[in-house]
């Protein structure tokens, strides 16, 4: 069974820095791409960047690129999202996830997102 | 970047009917094109992908149709647990977009 477990919310400052981790489970880590997405409080899901664990090839969405930097460590499954200095307007509940699906024993390609993780929630006070 | 937009941004409905979700990308997407149910608290459920295919374990009540920019999921006799909001998500091209979503509520 796939799982993403994600770290545990955060309670931040602005201008503090900030790595969160999401630690995979249940399928070749190195295979697929995982994804980030923020929800800001009330609003809509939107794509931050996706890292291929295999050989860290890592894309950004241009509202994203400079802001966070995505990275992965192959030995312990873990991808992260990290920040060097936190806005109030990162406030929001941050998702990792798994590209394409798993059925059975077999997974598949494709840039949609069948497993998620938790979310976690960062706040970031002014 | 592609734009998707959703229409409605809320639509009421009774349990028992159907709901019809529109969701419209800015320039072709080739069918690539997602959906996804998210509930109060909860992350994201992936309904249907490549415009028209069902994720293990869907009911069949839910399904995806459409071609070009213009897709529709449509949920046919509402169940209580169907009450969330949705969004589309193309993945086409690079970066992959969400709609900004339409609440489906009693």
């Known amino acids: 069974e796939v799982q993403l477990v994600q770290s545990g919310a955060e309670v931040k400052k602005a201008g503090e820095s900030l790595k969160i981790s999401c630690e995979a489970s249940g399928y070749n880590f190195n295979a697929y791409w995982i994804a980030w997405v923020r929800q800001m409080p009330g609003k809509g899901l939107e794509m931050m960047g996706v890292?291929?664990?295999?050989?860290?090839?890592?894309r950004y969405s241009p509202s994203f690129q400079g802001q966070v930097a995505i990275s992965v460590d192959k030995s312990t499954r873990t991808a992260y999202l990290q920040w060097r200095s936190l806005k109030a307007s990162d406030t929001a509940t941050y998702f990792c996830?798994?590209?394409?699906?798993?059925?059975?024993?077999?997974?598949?390609?494709?840039?949609?997102?069948?497993?998620w993780g938790q979310g976690t929630l960062v706040t970031v006070s002014s | 970047e592609i734009v998707m937009t959703q229409s409605p941004a809320t639509l009421s409905v009774s349990p028992g009917e159907r709901a019809s979700l529109s969701c419209r990308a800015s320039q072709t997407i080739n069918s690539k094109l997602a959906w996804y149910q998210q509930k109060p608290g909860q992350a994201p459920r992936l309904l249907i992908y490549d415009k028209s295919t069902r994720a293990t374990g869907l009911p069949a009540r839910f399904s995806g149709s459409g071609s070009g920019t213009e897709f529709t999921l449509t949920i046919n006799s509402l169940q209580s647990e169907d009450f969330a909001v949705y969004y589309c998500q193309q993945y086409n091209n690079w970066p992959f977009t969400f709609g900004p979503g339409t609440r489906v509520e009693i």
């Open positions: 890292v291929f664990p295999g050989d860290s090839d890592t």
């Open positions: 996830a798994k590209e394409g699906y798993c059925s059975g024993d077999s997974c598949h390609s494709g840039e949609f997102f069948e497993s």
